[in-house]
């Protein structure tokens, strides 16, 4: 049994008169230790497939098995509980608290789970935040940190639950190349020595030619699913190039409409 099973999820967001279809359909599994990018223009639906793996959203229809448990059907409580227990999240802007220390920071999330001492959590955040690279930073706040430090605090927070996924929206979108190199060697680094899924959407080539497999989103469908990274872009690409295509071919309409409309004026005049 796969750690992943989607089976023809859809999401779609009602909004009275419209109806988006974020997800048309999505069909896949991940194995536990898998590295994936989701890759696809901006609208395509990686955010929502992402908040849907990661038990945040609950999708419109379609199956969706979790370590063998069935998340479509669950109720908002089971899945939150769920959540806690398998998943860690990374987001693109840190979400931090500021004038936090970062060992506090760490901690945080383990204050939901029963049955942990205030020593234990401290322990386990310090622990991390070495993990990470960070054991000289334990008492800094946020802005005493540069931006790769506060992704690495946020890494060790996510991980304080010993999550079996590690999960990340654009995780290096607020960082520069350097910095995001650091952060993606820290998730390279989880995956081979802790076995950790990690599953990050990203518009960074470099980022996803890093992944083991690439999936390539494209209006709400998987177009492209694979371990070969050029074959991913070029997915990526001639959409992209269909894109301008039709862009051209618009503009081209426009123009002939706009001439047509003078040639009209010249024949009243
Ligand atoms: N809460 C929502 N309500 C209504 N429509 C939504 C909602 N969230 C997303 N959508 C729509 O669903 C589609 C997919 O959005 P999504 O955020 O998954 O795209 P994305 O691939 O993550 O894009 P980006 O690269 O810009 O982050 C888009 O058309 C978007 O407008
Ligand atoms: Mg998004």
Known sequence: ?????????????????????????????IEKGEYIALIGPSGSGKST????????????????????QEIVTMSRDARAKIRNQKIG???????????????ENVELPLLYTKGVSARQRRKKAIELLQLVGLGDRLDHHSGQLSGGQQQRVAIARALVNDPAILMGDEPTGNLDSKTSREVITMFRKLNEERNITIILVTHDQAIAKNADRIIVLRDGLIVKDTANSQEAFEALNSFELSEEAEEEADLAKESDQSSQSENSEVAEA
């Not at 049994?1 to 279809?21: N, Q, R």
């Not at 497939?49 to 063998?68: A, I, K, Q, V």
């Not at 999240?89 to 060992?103: D, E, G, I, S, Y």
């Open 1 to 29: 049994m796969a750690l992943i099973e989607l089976k023809d999820v859809k999401k779609v967001y009602d909004l009275g008169e419209v109806k988006v279809h974020a997800l048309r359909g999505a069909t896949l599994s």
């Open 89 to 103: 999240f990374v987001f693109q802007n840190f979400n931090l608290l500021n004038r936090t220390a970062a060992m």
């Open 49 to 68: 497939l992402m908040n849907t793996l990661g038990c945040l959203d609950r999708p419109s229809s379609g199956s969706f098995l979790l370590d063998g």
